[in-house]
């Protein structure tokens, strides 16, 4: 598991006192836009002049808008570019970057928390307020080989 991402995401927390994506980007001067966007697409991050923008599908349910703005939000610290999130049935991403941008989303949602026992893999999710598909996506690198250190 690459530390930078997680680095990243605890300097995050610690410097804005929050991990709530949405609060985080206000932090950094990200404006946060609510768009009715197709359905494969789950939101984007963009720089337009000196202005940077996280745009969320607004009728994506809840955990994905946090998702999603998590992932924008790794995008806009660790890639600095213009990205397009487009969601799929799952978080599963082969691409580098995308993986990059989903492990920040995870260290800043998730952290150091982990399942408890007895706890389903639904019942964590809902108690991080993520998507069940966010968790099993990080299934490998957090419950299986990797612990966050
Ligand atoms: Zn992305």
């Given amino acids: 598991m690459p530390t930078h991402s997680l680095h990243l995401a605890r300097d995050v927390v610690q410097v804005c006192g929050t991990n709530d994506p949405f609060i985080v980007a206000d932090y950094l001067g990200i ?9 494969h697409i789950g939101g984007f991050f963009t720089r337009i002049f000196d202005s940077a923008y996280i745009v969320i599908n607004s009728e994506k349910p809840w955990p994905w808008q946090r998702a999603i703005a998590a992932h924008e939000l790794g995008h806009a610290l660790l890639h600095n570019d213009s990205h397009t999130f487009l969601a799929t049935s799952n978080f599963v991403t082969y691409s580098k970057i995308e993986r ?4 920040f989303a995870a260290a800043l949602l998730i952290g150091d928390e982990a399942l408890t026992e007895g706890e389903s893999i639904y019942e964590f999710a809902q108690r991080m307020s993520v998507p069940v598909e966010f968790v099993q996506s990080l299934h490998e690198d957090f419950f299986l080989g990797g612990r966050l250190t």
């Fill in 100 to 103: 990059e941008a989903n492990q």
């Fill in 31 to 39: 404006e946060v836009w609510y768009e009715n966007l197709p359905p």
